[in-house]
Structure formats: C-alpha cells, structure tokens
C-alpha cells in the first residue's frame, strides 16, 4: 500500500530526533527536514511485514523514486498494532539486508568437479534446470510399488524450504513438486515446530498457536519455558510486560539464566530433557490439592471419558509395545463405548478407568523430591512455581505460556507440549483471553508454509497425504471423515471431503476429482519421508536431483556432517538464496576436495522479501500482506517467478516429449499462478481462497437464496462442495480472498477499528485477516459456560446476545446456541484431550531422558529412553550416553541479533558487529574444572563433531545436582557457518545427533553430550 504524506509524517523520526538532540546544543532541524523531504518528496513508501521471527512486525520502506528504485529507509509500522513502531535488532536492520552489495545477484553454477562458480544467464538456468528435472523423473519415475499399488512417485527428487518464501509462493511450489511426483517435501517446519502440530491437534483439535501475540497482555500469569521471548522475540516480550504491569507474575523456566529470565518474577533451572518430569509434578500438585476448573474439566474435557481395559502403563511402557517393530498398537488405547457409539462417561470422576483417574495414577510418582533429582530444580523453587501458576485455575483467571525450540526439538517434544496442554485443559485456560499454548514460531512464514504443507505428511489444509493402500478419492475421503454419535460434538472434520477435492479442483482444475486423486503422488503405507529420513537416503545415495529452496540444510540440520557428505552424493542441486552458504558451497567446505565431487549446483538469487508482493502468517495465525519497496536486486528473482517460470519450461518439454506419467504435468493448473508470462501473487492468493467452477445454488448471509456464479470467489470454507463445482487451494485460507479484487484481499487490511469489548482484549479484527474465518482466539466457545455467560467477564472473548440470537466480540468457534455444542469442535468427540490416544508415543506424556544423557538409571521407570524413538540403524556408535568422556549435557539457542543458520545475518553489517562469533557460555566451576578462562578459545567435541568457540564463562549457567551427581550444562548458539565470516566459526549442527520425535521426526537438537576443553 502507499502511505499518505499524513501518515508519513507520523512514523518519521525526523521531528523527534531534531527536538532530542536540540537540548544538547545541536541543532539538527535542517538534517531532519531534508531527511523529511527527501522521504515524502522523493520516495514512495510501501507497508512489509518482517521476514525474520513469527511475531510479524511491520515495517515502512521508502523506496527512491529515481531511475534506481532503491530503499532510502526502513523503518518500524506505527501503525501497526503488534509492534507499534517497535523493532528488534533484526527488524531494525533490514535495510542493510536489502541494500547489501554481499548478495548473489547473479545466477551462477558450479559445474562437476569443477572449483569454481561460472556466472549464467535465467533463460540457461531455468532451461537446463527443467531437463534436469525431467531426466531424473523419468528415470526414477514409479507408477506402482511392489506390492502392486498405484504410487505415482518419483523416487529419484527431493526437495527443502520453504518458510521464506511468500504463502502464494509456497502453495504453488508445493503443487509444483506434487504435479511431478516429490513425496520427499520437507522444509525447516520440521526441524523447528513439527512437535507443534500433533501435540496441539491431538489436545484441541488443531495444530497452531492457539492465540495471537496481542492477548498475552491479557494474562494473569505468564509461564515462559522452552523458550526466551525476550531475546528470540523481543517483541513480543513487550506484551508480557503489558501482562506484567497489569500484575501478572512472569516465571521462566530454562537452563540458563537469560534475559527472559532478568525479566522473571521466577526464574527454575531446569537440565535440559527434563520438562516433562518438571510439568508432571505440576500435573500432580494441582490433581493432589484439587486446583482444576472442575466445571470446565467435566463439561469441556475428555477426563470423565472412561478407557477401554486393554490400556495399562507399566514400567515406562504403555500397553500394546511390541519391541521387535518398536511401535505401539493404539487399538489397545481407545475409550469405551455405549450402545450408541458415544464414548461412556462418569461426570463425577470418580471411575477408577475415567481418564481423570488413570491421569492422577500416571503422575502420581512425580512427587517434588523426584522430580528435583531427575530435573535439578531445587524441591522449594519447584513448588513455587506450581502455586504461582495454578492459581490461574480459578474461572476467571487465565494464565499463558510461551514456547519455542526448547521443548520441540527432543525426541519427546510432542510430549513436551502435550504435558502444557493437559495443564491448561486442567486449569481452564483454553479459548480465554490471556490464555492457551502459544507456539513461538522461528520464521516469518513458518506458520504460513507448514500451513500450505511443504512437508511429506500433509498436503494443503492439513489433509493427510494419500497413502498407497487408499486405493482412490473415495476410500481416502472415508479415511478423512471421522464419525461421531454425539449430538452435542460438531465433528467438523466430516467436512473434510469438501477440502480435498477442492484441493484436487485448485490443482488440476480440468481434471475429473476421481481421476486427479490418481495422478498425486502416494506414500507407501509405514513410509516416512521426514528430513533425517530424507538425508539418511540422500547420504545413501537414493536421489538423483536436490532443491535447497530458500534453506541452508548444510548447516541447519542435526549432524551436519551427514548433511555436507549426502549432498555430494547427488548428481545436482539447486540451491535458491540470497547470500552464499554453506549448502550452496558445501563443495568447498571444510574437508571437500571439489576435484572428487560431482554434484552439479544451480545457485539461484532470490528478492528479499521487500522487493516482492504476497502473504505471510505470523505464529498468532494473523496472514498479513507485504508490497514489493524497491525492485529485485541486480538479476535477482521472486521465488514465485522462479517456480512459474520452471512450471511452465517442464510442461513444454512434456507436451514436446511425454516422459513418464505426464498427466498431472500437463494437468496442473497454472493459469491462476499467473499471466502466461509473469507469476501474479494476487492470482495465486484468489486461488488459495477459491472459487465456483460452476453456478452453484446457495444462501446469501440474509438467508436468501442465491445463484454463486461461475468464476466468483467462494466467501468461506462453509460453501466447498465435494463435487466438483468450488476450488480452493487451501480450505483454511478460504475467506481471505473474497471478491476479484484488490480490495478484495482481507490480508491487506489495515483499520484499527474495533467494538469496545474487542478493543478491551485487543482483537484488532480488521487488522489483517486470521485463519480460520478470521477467528482470533481459537476454541472460544470455551471461553463461556453452557449458559454463554464469559467466565471472565472482566475480559471475554465471546458473549451469546440472547435477543439477537447471537454471538459477539470474536468469530464464535461453532455455531449454534449456548450449550448445543462442545467447544473443541475439531475434535471427534468434541473435547479437550487430557488423555490423547492418537499419538505414537503414548496417550499421557512421561518422562524419557534425552537419547544422549548424562546418566544411566531412569528415576521413574526402567525404560531410559523413549522407547519409539526415530532412529537409524548403524549410527548407535555414534552417540554417546552416560560416556565419560562426553560429560557435559550441551543445547544451542538463538541470539537476539542472529536468524536460524545466520545465512541473512552473518552479512548483515549491524548484526556481525554485535555478535561476530561463536561462544559457549559455561559456568565458572565447570571453566574451573577445565582450566579455562573467560575469551580463551575452546573445543567442544563428541562422536558426531567438533566445533570451535570463544568461552563465555558466566554464573548464568550452575551446575545441577542430578540424582546426587553434579552435572554441568553448556550452551551455544546455531547462527555460525564456514562460509562467513571467516573467523566466525562453524554450525552447531555438526554435534546434534541424527534422532527424532517418533510422532514428527523432528532431530534432538537441544540436548545432547559433549566434551569441552581449552583449544
Ligand atoms: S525479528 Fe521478530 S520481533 Fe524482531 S522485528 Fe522482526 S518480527 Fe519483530
């Protein structure tokens, strides 16, 4: 959008900084009015959401209105109402990001063997790319498995990213790759938040950040744990001092003292790997001293529902393990039904096999003492913070938490958001204001991209990927349509066949639906294309040809080591970036002799996101629209051109020459991703929305009937049809897009205009648009009782306005009147899962030490480790459990100046300046211990690596006391790449371990063993 000279004059700083320096004898007014004139009178400026963390800033570029069209500025959105100006480190300098001579401008290759990059044309690259893309697909290329089962895959392509890339970019890129038959789609959402996903759907029903930054003010406690908000989102961190200024306490739990924790009424150590011990002796302080909202437990969860007999937890094992696969049958986990289908309660809780009974036996052997020996938390801090933080179970308090890398990334991170749930569930502080679990996403766009699913388990809107023993549409859309007998639950997941084969419609739009089934791209049943997996083939040479799509996995990923050697196996690579890194050059890196490695590397320049136009989805769900400021850098390309341009080439080499299986090639649909010639963002955008394919007869919002015309976008995700006459690229997008348009794309929206009581919580919902149905605060209907009364009154999210018929404040999540539904209307019964019987790994969290742990006795059970873990085979060697000669337990973080693998902020000027370096911050008894000083040069090692770091010795980190043993913790950070700077140091992935979550895959990157000693 382009801003009026009013409002210019409102973000310019000009003014402010002429009167601020003026009382120290400057006289700067003449340097301000030229800055001044120079923005309004020879700039235009245009509004852009920042591309780094999820908060979703907004930022005001100005962009040279002279033959260059450069950006002269770029300034934090006063306006906008998450950041209202502000801007963390990162946000503030992005101007030098965009505005930075270190990037690749130039499409360049690096040919087999060779040591060198040759500058190429586009019309070379995109050309020799799309042979490339064809030879390998036909060649790899299966129409059916060995058991005879239509697959449609091609084995010999994979592909990475990505969170950077736009929502409309993502979408096609996934239509792109599914239309040739990539099953193997991963991108950073699996290494970040993947545990995100199951543990929050299978608790309420879906899989996000369940509220938006705003509403933490809203909170009468904030729990920061598996996280540090203050440094990783700073701005964010603002609205817990809103919450802390209302009187809210704000108890960080972490290893480390960080400045979240300076911050903290409460700071509780913790050893990395222990949350669940932590969280289970909460579970068991609050059921011992009867701290549960009980009308909101018995009414809104599944704790009265009464468990089938074949469940039991016996030595750390649930029931239903076979050891031989490593697996658990969760048949043996199912609840018990009556007559009519409807899952048996006892509303008093008092059945020895409801869930609430079976919860309390579970986490009745997490009493303080053990808990404090397994987690080193000392007993007293322990019980402090459970006081503090149930008591927001009263009905008309709420408390929040906030978490990030520090409970996802562990071979038991769905677990570790699971246990938070079940807490909230017990507290009642699901669908409030000021409460729910709040997942601190690391990217921009993470939000958005896992969303338009480039990941191998879901395609667009959450649907699960065909599988090769679901034989055609109508066998996978029996699989996607739960049932339920209970009048009272919604089972909004039955409408679930309308997506699909809208989705079909939106990708192969002339396609019949049946037919358009075939051609997508099938998992084996039992396949797991998960990034270690993905890697573990590549280092084992299954794939040919390799996109590094706007990611940098050479450094990004566990055991980089891995990593760097599969790539060489491969016969090519593209790698999409704006700046050198480590994947695009892995072929020089440390220990690559480029005379023996033949992989062939297409480097593509990519725009920064301030030179193109489309969508992004903060972590809060909030799709915000960017405009392109100056124009792509140099010869320099949105991702969108990129992949359109590639769409189009591969289609003309299959209407000149077939190949194999060309039909979903030649099918897809790519007249709605652009003009024939130029990728469009708002066409993609309509078609992500969707709209009718045929007259179809409706209602319109009066109730009146209506004819919704051919071509007309579809108003919402109520209105698909499973016949063939609406598309939509994304159901849960549907309702962003609503009119042809411009105007028409709720994304852009920019008023602050809101009622009273939604001013009161800060819905802001003409800001923007939120998915779904620009709902805010997902499962509000939570928020009320049975009669809509708003348990809060002080601060509700929704009230039934009995005259009217109606709800109000927020979109109401469900229909209907007061107390005609349950809230959790994604869920088949309707309910908030304490007991989650769908998960791999068990139906109640429990305690698992890390794969990697400093000890070899489990203070709970007999089983160490969780027993369901992702492992791959031969690598046991590698790790090192209760090794002496790794004592150390290690986790790696962020810095508030640096972005994931640094791959933007290692060449951003400001951000090196601030943190140039590697650094591993210790204890000085641990520093003691070794003989180290603080600034002396250290090494950290173990079976997977080495890593250099300067020594950060600190009292931020104290040695626990584990099981009467003393333990040390170190931290680094993750930012550091050989690339640059020269003196920086290299990735922290290069000690990670290559195991995972057995529910996401996602690698154990936040605890594992080290040694560390002076260099
Ligand atoms: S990195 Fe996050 S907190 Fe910092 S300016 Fe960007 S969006 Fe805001």
């Keep these: 959008m382009s801003l009026h000279r009013r409002d210019f004059l409102k973000l310019s700083g000009a003014g402010a900084m002429a009167a601020a320096f003026g009382g120290l004898g400057f006289n700067l007014a003449p340097v301000a009015a030229r800055a001044e004139k120079l923005a309004i009178d020879e700039a235009r400026q245009t509004t852009t959401i920042c591309p780094y963390c999820s908060v979703g800033c907004g930022l005001v570029v100005s962009t040279a209105k002279d033959g260059k069209q450069r950006a002269i500025n770029i300034e934090g959105d006063p306006d906008h109402p998450i950041n209202e100006g502000a801007l963390c480190a990162k946000g503030a300098s992005l101007y030098q990001l965009v505005e930075n001579d270190k990037r690749f401008t130039k499409v360049l290759y690096r040919a087999p063997y060779s040591d060198k990059w040759e500058e190429k044309s586009w019309n070379w690259a995109i050309e020799t790319i799309a042979k490339r893309v064809k030879d390998t697909r036909d060649a790899t290329f299966k129409e059916k498995n060995d058991k005879g089962q239509t697959i449609n895959r091609c084995e010999g392509l994979a592909s990475v990213g990505s969170a950077a890339l736009d929502n409309e970019e993502c979408w096609v890129y996934q239509a792109f790759l599914r239309a040739l038959g990539l099953v193997y789609i991963e991108h950073q959402a699996r290494i970040c938040h993947s545990s995100t996903v199951p543990a929050l759907a299978e608790s309420f029903g879906r899989g996000a950040m369940t509220n938006h930054y705003i509403d933490i003010k809203n909170s009468n406690c904030v729990l920061i744990m598996g996280g540090n908000s203050a440094e990783t989102h700073p701005v964010c961190f603002k609205w817990v001092m809103k919450a802390m200024e209302n009187g809210a306490p704000l108890i960080h739990v972490d290893p480390r003292f960080t400045r979240t924790s300076a911050k903290a009424d409460i700071h509780a150590p913790l050893r990395s790997g222990t949350d669940i011990a932590f969280l289970g002796g909460m579970i068991k302080y609050i059921l011992d001293n009867d701290l549960i909202f009980k009308e909101y437990v018995v009414n809104y969860t599944n704790a009265p529902l009464i468990v089938g007999k074949d469940y039991d937890f016996k030595d750390g094992l649930f029931s239903g393990y076979d050891e031989k696969s490593r697996k658990y049958d969760k048949k043996k986990w199912a609840f018990e039904m009556d007559d009519k289908g ?419 919580v800060g819905l802001f919902p003409n800001w923007s648009w939120s998915w779904p149905v620009n709902r805010r605060i997902i499962y509000n209907r939570a928020s009320v009782n049975e009669q809509g009364v708003p348990y809060q009154p002080q601060k509700p999210v929704l009230a039934w306005e009995p005259a009217e018929k109606k709800w109000v404040i927020d979109v109401p999540d469900g229909g209907g009147a007061p107390g005609t539904i349950y809230p959790f209307i994604m869920q088949q019964h309707g309910l908030g899962a304490l007991f989650g019987p769908g998960l791999n790994d068990g139906p109640f969290p429990e305690h698992y030490e890390p794969m990697e742990c400093p000890i070899t006795k489990h203070a709970l059970s007999k089983t160490l480790n969780t027993p369901t873990a992702l492992i791959f085979a031969g690598e046991e060697a590698k790790r090192a459990v209760c090794d002496p000669r790794y004592p150390f337990v290690c986790s790696t973080y962020r810095v508030t100046e640096h972005w994931q693998t640094g791959v933007m902020t290692r060449w951003t000027p400001w951000l090196l300046e601030a943190e140039p370096q590697m650094f591993c911050e210790m204890s000085p008894e641990l520093a003691e211990l070794r003989g180290i000083k603080n600034g002396e040069k250290v090494i950290l090692d173990n079976p997977r690596g080495q890593v250099w770091a300067i020594a950060m010795v600190t009292k931020r980190f104290k040695p626990f006391t584990v099981m009467g043993n003393t333990i040390h913790q170190v931290g680094i950070p993750w930012h550091y790449g050989w690339v640059h700077p020269k003196d920086g140091g290299d990735s922290a992935n290069l000690l990670t371990p290559s195991v995972g979550d057995p529910n996401t895959g996602i690698p154990e990157t936040k605890a594992f063993m080290v040694n560390v000693r002076k260099a």
């Design 342 to 760: 409807i899952p048996k309660r006892d509303p008093s809780l008092k059945d020895p096999r409801c869930v609430y009974q079976l919860m309390k036996k579970h986490y009745s052997r997490y009493d303080l003492k053990t808990v404090s020996s397994v987690t080193g938390t000392p007993e007293a801090k322990l019980a402090e913070v459970y006081k503090t933080y149930s008591a927001t179970g009263k009905p008309d308090k709420s408390g929040t938490i906030l978490y990030a890398m520090g409970w996802t990334q562990h071979t038991v991170g769905v677990q570790n958001i699971r246990t938070m749930c079940l807490i909230q569930l017990l507290l009642g502080n699901m669908g409030v204001a000021g409460g729910g679990v709040n997942a601190l996403r690391g990217e921009g766009n993470v939000q958005g991209s896992t969303d338009q699913a480039l990941l191998y388990h879901i395609i667009p809107g959450y649907l699960p990927t065909p599988r090769a023993s679901v034989k055609d549409l109508a066998a996978y859309n029996a699989m996607i349509t739960p049932v339920s007998n209970d009048p009272k639950s919604l089972n909004w997941k039955k409408n679930q066949p309308k997506y699909m084969v809208s989705l079909l419609k939106a990708m192969f739009k002339d396609a019949d639906p049946a037919e358009a089934y075939s051609w997508m791209p099938k998992l084996d049943d039992g396949q797991d294309g998960s990034w270690l997996v993905l890697f573990d083939r590549m280092f084992h040479g299954a794939f040919k040809g390799f996109f590094a799509w706007g990611m940098n996995p050479a450094a990004s990923g566990a055991n980089s080591h891995k990593t760097r050697e599969a790539l060489t196996k491969l016969d090519w690579m593209v790698n999409v970036n704006l700046f050198d890194n480590e994947t695009g050059s892995f072929w020089r890196g440390p220990g690559m002799d480029p005379s023996k490695i033949k992989t062939e590397v297409f480097f593509l320049p990519a725009a920064v996101s301030a030179e193109k136009e489309g969508s992004i989805t903060n972590s809060g769900r909030w799709m915000q629209w960017r405009y392109g400021g100056p124009k792509p850098l140099g010869d320099s390309k949105p991702d969108g051109d990129m992949i359109y341009e590639l769409a189009q080439k591969i289609r003309e080499l299959y209407a000149k020459d077939n190949g194999a299986f060309p039909a979903p090639i030649k099918g897809l649909n790519i007249d709605d991703w652009g003009d024939g010639h130029v990728y469009d963002p708002h066409k993609a955008a309509r078609l992500i929305n969707g709209y009718y394919l045929k007259d179809v007869p409706g209602k319109a919002p009066d109730g009146s009937d209506v004819i919704f015309k051919a071509g007309t976008q579809v108003a919402s995700f109520a209105n698909l049809k499973d016949d063939g006459s609406t598309c939509s690229g994304n159901w849960i997008y549907c309702g962003s897009y609503t009119g042809p348009d411009k105007k028409d794309n709720k994304a852009a929206k920019r008023s602050q205009e809101q009622t009273e009581a939604q001013a009161k």
